[in-house]
């Protein structure tokens, strides 16, 4: 156990609804990550927060997906209208900036399925 | 779009064998780190090596850097079948600011033999 966790751990939705997924990080941490993955493949980079601040978005990030982090804690990664190619597990990552590094702590992942 | 490339894709050992991973990446980059993830789990940081760092030990593992040839290998040595997992190199991009993305391989199954 990483110390972050997400919820829900399994979704299964029919395409054209909306999802939400939790992510509470590691406390003394100030930056939070969301990645995708998709069977067979590394990690894919979607958006970070610096504190209550979303830094950087990817191009993966389309206009259906939004992540917010309201007080600086918790983030949460909302995905309308899905469609089948949302099919993934969502990983969320916690660090604290300290020097170069940038060692990120994962949870275990939201797998969604989307029928 | 993924920078990394692990090589080899899948490794297959014996217990009590090394096992080695090679990693290839594009940019510039401040350090490179190595992960691994069981099967349906998250990722589990294993070692970062500095790209000032040509070589970097922890317990069984052994990590090398060729910045010039933008290259990196990881070794398990002794390898027990608990040591099943992916394993993924990432890149911390010299050009991003410290702290943001990293940029992950495919990643290498390996599969340790009782």
């Known amino acids: 156990d990483t110390g972050v966790s997400q919820d829900p751990r399994h979704k299964i939705t029919k395409r054209g609804q909306n999802v939400t997924f939790r992510c509470d990080p590691i406390s003394e941490h100030n930056r939070l990550y969301w990645y995708r993955q998709t069977l067979g493949q590394g990690p894919e980079f979607l958006t970070y927060?610096?504190?209550?601040?979303?830094?950087?978005k990817s191009r993966l990030l389309s206009d259906r997906f939004s992540a917010e982090r309201p007080k600086g804690s918790f983030s949460t990664l909302e995905i309308q209208r899905t469609e089948q190619g949302d099919s993934a597990m969502y990983l969320c990552?916690?660090?604290?900036?300290?020097?170069?590094?940038?060692?990120?702590?994962f949870g275990a992942g939201t797998r969604l399925s989307v029928l | 779009s993924q920078q990394g490339e692990e090589d080899p894709q899948a490794l297959s050992i014996q217990e009590g064998e090394n096992a080695t991973m090679n990693c290839s990446y594009k940019?510039?980059?401040?350090?490179l780190q190595w992960y691994r993830q069981n099967s349906g789990r998250g990722l589990v940081h294993l070692i970062l090596?500095?790209?000032?760092?040509r070589e970097k030990h922890s317990g069984r593992l052994r990590v090398t850097l060729d910045t010039s040839k933008k290259s990196s290998s990881l070794l398990i040595t002794a390898s027990r079948a608990a040591d099943t997992a992916s394993y993924f190199c990432a890149t911390d991009a010299r050009e991003e600011t410290s702290g943001s993305r990293l940029t992950f391989g495919e990643g290498t199954q390996l599969t340790v033999n009782p």
């Open positions: 990552a916690s660090s604290l900036v300290a020097g170069a590094k940038n060692i990120q702590y």
């Open positions: 927060f610096q504190n209550e601040a979303q830094l950087e």
């Open positions: 090596i500095r790209s000032n760092e």
């Open positions: 940019t510039s980059i401040n350090n």
